[in-house]
């Protein structure tokens, strides 16, 4: 029944499948985020209905869409999981959940992305809106002894982004909006090729070393939409408006660099990639138009 239920939200293309729960279904997810067995039939129960039981020789920990840790111990029900994952603060009442928010504030910067998160769901309500669509929890990042903020999204993980704790709004929007940007391509990449395969390598504005094309893709595509969210912040007045200007002729400036090495390797674009990146460049052109108003 499971594989059945899963076989007809493939072929509706539900948009359930696109959350980190799902991760233990996909080869290599394990190695980013060792989400326990039993998340996935909490999550496939809650969204299919499937009656089932299951019997936990050991208490099993469970990560709720509220990005709260629950245990749950002996005999369970399909039912039991869909309630233990649907916990208040579930329907998405939230721009982007941590996980482990219980626990949230043992070290430096915890709360500041707590905080930073709140206000941008609050100030910048599109642009959360257009995350909460593809971004469904988010964890923490050990800091770096550089002290460098970081952050990543991962295919083999859909929906779940992790970045380095830090008090800058700025910095969380910036992070937030750059692996969403990640996570929408990689939903792109799951329907359709992006680049055919090569051995080029191109310089990116991102990185220090030669990228794919589609590394720099991955990059043009995340500077286009960090570039529409600092316009957006300068208008709300999330941050100082010269700092906000600042960083978004930045990002633009990294977009139109990153641009042009896409446009001088064409050939190598696939009819979906040539689409991508032509509704790209209009998410750019925008953001520089409603900075200019």
Request: net charge neutral.
């Amino acid at each position: 029944m499971a594989k059945a239920a899963l076989a007809r939200a493939v072929a509706g293309r539900s948009d359930w499948l696109y959350h980190p729960f799902v991760s233990p279904l996909v080869p290599g997810a394990s190695r980013v985020l060792p989400f326990a067995p039993l998340q996935l039939p909490a999550w496939l129960a809650f969204n299919s209905g499937l009656s089932f039981s299951l019997r936990l020789e050991s208490p099993a920990e469970l990560i709720t869409a509220a990005g709260e840790v629950v245990c749950l111990s002996g005999q369970v029900s399909s039912r039991d999981l869909a309630a233990a994952i649907s916990t208040p603060g579930a329907a998405g009442r939230e721009l982007l959940p941590l996980v482990g928010r219980a626990s949230i504030g043992n070290r430096s910067g915890e709360e500041g992305v707590v905080e930073a998160i709140r206000r941008i769901a609050v100030r910048l309500p599109r642009i959360a809106r257009w995350v909460a669509e593809a971004a469904k929890l988010a964890g923490f990042l050990e800091p770096r002894s550089d002290d460098m903020f970081a952050s990543a999204s991962y295919p083999e993980v859909p929906g779940y982004i992790v970045l380095t704790p830090t008090e800058d709004v700025m910095q969380v929007l910036e992070a937030v909006v750059h692996e969403t940007a990640h996570l929408y391509l990689f939903r792109c990449e799951a329907e359709a090729a992006l680049v055919w395969p090569s051995e080029r390598r191109f310089a990116s504005p991102l990185r220090p070393d030669p990228r794919p094309l589609r590394g720099i893709l991955l990059a043009m595509h995340a500077c286009a939409y960090v570039s529409t969210a600092f316009a957006e912040a300068e208008a709300a007045g999330l941050a100082h408006p010269a700092r906000c200007s600042a960083q978004r002729r930045e990002m633009l400036t990294l977009f139109d660099e990153a641009y042009g090495i896409v446009g001088g390797a064409a050939d190598l674009l696939t009819p979906a990639g040539a689409a991508f990146v032509s509704r790209t460049a209009s998410v750019a052109a925008s953001a520089s138009l409603r900075a200019a108003a």
